[in-house]
């Protein structure tokens, strides 16, 4: 893969080892290459038919590529990382501990400054180009994110921090907040989730203080870009900042999950890091990404002034890493406000072991639907429609028919489509008049045809 090939498609499944080799599952990314500048679809505007919104106490202009829908708005403010004895402010907890404990600073104060309250509302240019997104990356598509206007969004990871926090001269921060992603429908996607985003700076003397004398190894060049290095770095810089990185990362893993969690790094690429991997970790019989992490874009610092230092950075996912910790088996309880969903997270000492014990069994009502749809239908523009009328009434929404008809070249498409509410039980009746208004809903704002 070159890497623009690269980022349309997503590896979802190693399902051989042959000689040393993997061979993976590929699939195509949903946002296939869809350059803003072609921005085909004005998207759901549930929300604006209003002039103006208000968030987080500040108004905005709507206007064209306004596609923040009520749902998303009511999730914004409720910092569920901060909540004291909730899961995601354990293990949010620990890992600041684990950071603390292990990284001090000459004057043993710990190395790593904390933001857990910086605004999620932030401008296009701190999304996107302070980290080197080029303009035609399919993550800037209106169906991959939230937008309030043409200049702020709804940060679709904590990344975009990054360069203001270095320009503020921080050369190790940790940066906890809520992050916003039009996404599919199942247990671990829910189109608000919790990143932690880490970053550390190295001068020369820090990067090798290990070597003891430092005058003999060179800390940037003049060459070229290859698969293990950046143009500016030499091959020592790359490779010491790449072990500090996965030694910091497998600790902390280790930290959390014992040591014998199976754990796997996986080459990645984002515009902001090179070289890039991912972490993934088993969970349930399957391998769950949980990071993204890197060597930072030279670039970024050289922008941020800091360019005589290099720097690794990760970006993590809190409700995976607490699903996976404490058993918690679908994405949505951690929006619960159910006492027997919390009352299980009321400890004093974040490293209390927790094993979370389903309060209710309710089953499930599942419908399906099937329908045609035009030509610029966007999938997450249903899955936006289906969150705003079902809420977190629905645990999955599954793609199971995509046709196209062999004259007419019409596409149709089939979603079954489940029902269940965690906290009661849900009437067949309930879930159908649900189903109906999330159809109704698509034939009047996307034009889908009912098959
Ligand atoms: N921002 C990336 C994401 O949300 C994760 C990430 C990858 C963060 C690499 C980083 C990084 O800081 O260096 O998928």
């Known amino acids: 893969f070159s890497c623009e090939e690269k980022m349309m498609w997503k590896r979802i499944q190693c399902f051989a080892k042959l000689n040393g080799y993997h061979i993976y599952l590929w699939e195509r990314q949903s946002s296939l290459s869809l350059p803003i500048s072609l921005s085909r679809k004005y998207s759901v505007k549930t929300s604006c038919d209003v002039d103006t919104l208000t968030v987080l106490g500040n108004s905005y202009n709507t206007d064209k590529i306004t596609n923040v829908t009520p749902k998303i708005l009511e999730k914004m403010g409720k910092n569920l990382h901060c909540k004291h004895n909730h899961p995601l402010n354990l293990i949010t907890r620990r890992i600041e501990n684990y950071f603390n404990n292990n990284y001090r600073n ?5 190395m790593f400054s904390k933001f857990d309250r910086i605004s999620p509302v932030v401008t296009l240019t701190q999304n996107f180009d302070s980290l080197l997104v080029p303009s035609d990356h399919p993550s800037r ?3 991959e994110s939230y937008y309030l206007n ?15 926090l ?3 001269g921080l050369d190790a921060f940790l940066v906890l907040g809520d992050v916003y992603r039009r996404d599919t429908v199942d247990a671990s996607h829910y189109p608000v989730f919790h990143q932690m985003e880490g970053v550390r700076l190295f001068s020369k003397q820090e990067l090798f203080s290990h070597l003891g004398d430092t005058s003999r190894v060179t800390f940037f060049e003049n060459g070229s870009r290859d698969a293990t290095k950046q143009e500016r770095h030499t091959i020592e810089t790359s490779l010491c900042l790449e072990e500090n990185l996965k030694n910091t990362l497998r600790n902390l893993a280790n930290n959390l999950f014992g040591d014998d969690v199976e754990m796997q790094w996986v080459d990645a690429y984002f515009p902001f890091t090179h070289p890039s991997w991912e972490l993934e970790i088993k969970y349930q019989g399957e391998w769950l990404e949980v990071l993204g992490c890197g060597i930072v874009e030279q670039e970024i610092l050289s922008s941020a002034g800091a360019d005589s230092r290099v720097g690794w950075a990760f970006g993590l996912g809190l409700e995976r890493l607490a699903m996976r910790l404490y058993s918690i088996p679908d994405i949505r309880l951690f929006w619960s406000e159910d006492s027997r969903f919390l009352d299980q997270f009321n400890v004093e000492d974040p490293n209390t072991k927790i094993t979370y014990k389903p309060f209710s069994k309710q089953s499930p009502v599942i419908n399906d639907v099937s329908f045609w749809v035009p030509d610029d239908f966007s999938e997450n523009d249903f899955y936006d429609i289906v969150r705003n009328i079902g809420g977190d009434i629905v645990e999955n929404v599954e793609l199971f028919d995509n046709f196209v008809h062999p004259k007419t070249k019409r596409k149709s498409k089939a979603y079954r489509i489940t029902y269940r509410h965690m906290e009661r039980s849900l009437t067949k009746r309930e879930a159908n ?19």
């Open 166 to 168: 270095i320009k503020q």
């Open 106 to 110: 000459n004057w043993r104060a710990p």
């Open 141 to 143: 598509a209106l169906s």
């Open 150 to 164: 043409s200049e702020y969004m709804l940060r679709a990871h904590t990344s975009a921090h990054q360069s203001d």
């Open 433 to 451: 008049e649900i189903h109906s208004g999330i159809v109704a809903a698509g034939v009047q704002q996307l034009g889908i045809q009912e098959r």
